[in-house]
């Protein structure tokens, strides 16, 4: 299968929506582009809406939907005045609508709605976890741009994920600052002249701290990233590192790149966002501070640049680049992704939908920090999924998979 974003590079300028990116850039200042996104209300979407806020011609949000963030979604909705807007909690939604006095739609099947919502020009994808699946496909299927931000999408089902964006003609554009970084790194280069992918990670909070020390590790400290200021979820994975193996499920499917030519370096600074290696010995990388905005404009805008006031680094002053392998007794979760992406299947999506429930527990104070590793390893040698050939299968996996993780947990929590 070809990769679902190199592929689609090359697709005629009809494949997106009536008219190509390119001319819809140029059409911006008659037409601003229409532009929904799943997950307004976290940290992926309030930074999107604030680039929206900075081309005020050019961007019009017409869809924001969110999980159950009643207040925040109702500030956006008063300032943006969307055509549509959806809340998966049913209860809020519908006291939402009274306070506003206009439709909300509500549950899975009103963010399915506000996903597919007609002559919209870019889906930016930025729900938390697996519940960001369904909604990103009926994006697909509409033939949007998918500005992705929800990894866990690829984690599951990424092998049908590229074919259903090639089927519908549907551009996939990376917003993980290190998808991205590879995603710009590979523009004009020849597919067969790409060696390694090296995705950087900064360590988490716990890239030096003992080892033995780690079952002491608070719910504080694990949410107290260095770098990054990101969702409660995706920092507890970044102290684990097992964002770092999502991601690398992530460009296995988006880079269409086996994943024995990615590596995973520790790099503290989160200066450079992700390398490329070619064959030829050559590397490239992309740099920037650790800042999500550049990458969120970047899907939104790409392969145009536009003028922005974002951080930038100061290359003046002394800069000081450091790498280091990651240590698999230090960061067992990544060898497990890099277990479940060689088995193949359904097992990332074990993985993932064991990821999803053993962070709950953590996040909720049940199980020690610890156990967040040795609880997803315990689910995935339980469960041994067959080829799970259909969205459908996979989502019975990672309901499986959660199952048993609570079981687990519950029998033996630390």
């Given at each position: ?326 240590s698999p007794d230090r960061f067992p979760n990544l060898k497990l992704a890099f277990e479940a992406l060689e088995i193949g299947g359904g097992m990332p999506a ?65």
């Amino acid at each position: 299968m070809a990769a679902c974003v190199l592929f689609l590079q090359e697709l005629p300028d009809d494949a997106f929506s009536s008219s190509s990116h390119n001319e819809q850039l140029s059409l911006m200042k008659d037409n601003p582009i229409r532009i929904a996104i799943l997950g307004s209300t976290g940290s992926i979407g309030t930074q999107t809406l604030e680039i929206i806020s900075q081309y005020p011609d050019r961007f019009r949000a017409v869809v924001l939907a969110a999980g159950a963030n009643i207040d925040k979604l109702e500030a956006q909705i008063r300032k943006y005045q969307p055509e549509c807007a959806a809340l998966f909690d049913s209860s809020k939604a519908k006291e939402l609508s009274k306070r506003l006095g206009r439709t909300i739609l509500d549950g899975a099947q009103g963010v399915l709605e506000a996903a597919k919502w007609p002559e919209v020009d870019i889906v930016v994808t930025a729900m938390v976890g697996s519940a960001g699946l369904l909604p990103t496909i009926a994006a697909i299927k509409s033939g949007r741009r998918i500005a992705l931000a929800n990894k866990e999408t690829m984690v599951v089902a990424g092998d049908l994920i590229g074919v259903l964006a090639q089927q519908y003609g549907s551009e996939i554009v990376p917003v993980d600052s290190e998808h991205s970084a590879i995603y710009q790194c590979l523009i004009g280069e020849p597919e067969n002249a790409v060696d390694r992918l090296i995705i950087t990670a900064s360590g988490g909070p716990f890239r030096d701290r003992p080892i033995e020390t780690f079952k002491d590790i608070t719910l504080a400290e694990a949410l107290n990233h260095p770098n990054w200021n990101m969702g409660s979820k995706i920092t507890i994975d970044s102290a684990t590192m097992m964002n770092k193996g999502l991601e690398v499920i992530e460009a296995r499917w988006l880079f269409d790149i086996v994943e024995t030519k990615i590596d995973v370096v520790i790099h503290p600074q989160s200066i450079i966002h992700s390398m490329v290696q070619f064959s030829d010995g050559s590397t490239k990388a992309q740099l920037g501070p650790p800042d999500m905005k550049v990458p969120i404009q970047y899907a939104l805008t790409s392969p145009e640049r536009w003028t922005a006031d974002h951080p930038t680094v100061d290359w003046s002053k002394t800069q000081s680049l450091t790498f280091d392998p990651p240590s698999p007794d230090r960061f067992p979760n990544l060898k497990l992704a890099f277990e479940a992406l060689e088995i193949g299947g359904g097992m990332p999506a074990v993985l993932n939908a064991a990821n999803e429930e053993a962070v709950s527990l953590f996040l909720n104070e049940k199980i020690n920090f610890n156990r967040i590793s040795s609880l997803i390893e315990s689910v995935m040698q339980r469960i041994e999924p067959e080829a799970a050939n259909s969205i459908e299968e996979r989502l019975d996996i990672d309901l499986e998979a959660r199952a048993l993780a609570k079981e687990l947990a519950g029998v033996d929590v630390n």
